[in-house]
């Protein structure tokens, strides 16, 4: 059996290049391997398969025996941010940067603290 040309994006749904690590049409930081092996072995769209990838999962052992619903039903809801290493766009549930794989922290900042260190916006 043939190879498809390309796995679609889980973003915009165009083909990938063959080993690329972005969607040449929307930009999106996603590793056509990555996706084409989870796919494969889990059965599943690439859409999943981005998401599995978000939680963590790059190959069914790491599934710990659990259901792909059940980890995808796990998730919190997300809030983008810049990857401290190379400046992509990753959410509060990526443990790492899909595009530079960069560990990400698991702990949230406080942005009021962030943003005043001194705390003189709480002595005003």
Known sequence: MAEPEGIPCPICGEPLEGGSEGCANCGAAVSEKALRDLTRALGIDSAKAQELLRAGVRSP???GGRSVGDVLKAKE?????????CGAFVSSADRTCGKCGATLTEEAVDLEKFLDPGGTRARA
């Open 77 to 85: 809801p997300a809030v983008l941010y810049l990857c401290p290493e």
């Open 61 to 63: 052992d790491d599934l």
